[in-house]
């Protein structure tokens, strides 16, 4: 089964997607399967990371930034890919440091997430984006 979820972003930060691949997930699973999410671009991530304390997605950001600082930063100089703006080649970077694709067990349409884990879309640039979420449970 398949499907996919449409997430609009607006800006940079971490974006909880939790609970609306858990509805799909009530209505669709059944027995032991696996689900399969992979975000159909090359600028944004997904990421299993904390979900009790904002901090973790505050401190996450901030440390993107310190290993893939936007153009416009002074210390930055990125050679060539600069066509869609200073934040464009600093998102690819950040996007291979992080996952696209995550693969998370299910059981009687319940996933097997740990106490304090959530499911997140990491948007990397700038403007507000739809980003398109592929979900694929066997």
């Known amino acids: 089964m398949q499907t996919r979820f449409a997430i609009p972003t ?6 909880d997607i939790t609970d609306t691949v858990a509805r799909w997930l009530r209505d669709n699973g ?19 990371q904390e ?4 901090d973790v997605q505050v401190d996450l950001m901030a440390w993107l930034d310190r290993i893939a600082p936007q153009a416009d930063d002074p210390r930055m100089h990125y050679l060539t890919h600069r066509a869609e703006g200073p934040d464009d080649m600093p998102a690819h970077l950040k996007a291979a440091v992080l996952p696209v694709s995550l693969q ?5 349409g319940r996933m097997l997430l740990g106490t304090w884990q959530g499911i997140y ?3 990397h640039r700038r403007a507000p984006h739809r980003r398109e979420i592929v979900a694929h449970l066997a």
């Open 51 to 54: 979900n009790a304390d904002p």
């Open 10 to 15: 607006q800006g940079p930060g971490c974006y």
């Open 104 to 108: 998370i067990p299910v059981a009687e």
């Open 121 to 123: 879309v990491v948007e």
């Open 30 to 48: 059944e027995g032991l399967q696996l689900l399969t999410l992979f975000i159909r671009h090359t600028s944004a991530s997904l990421l299993i």
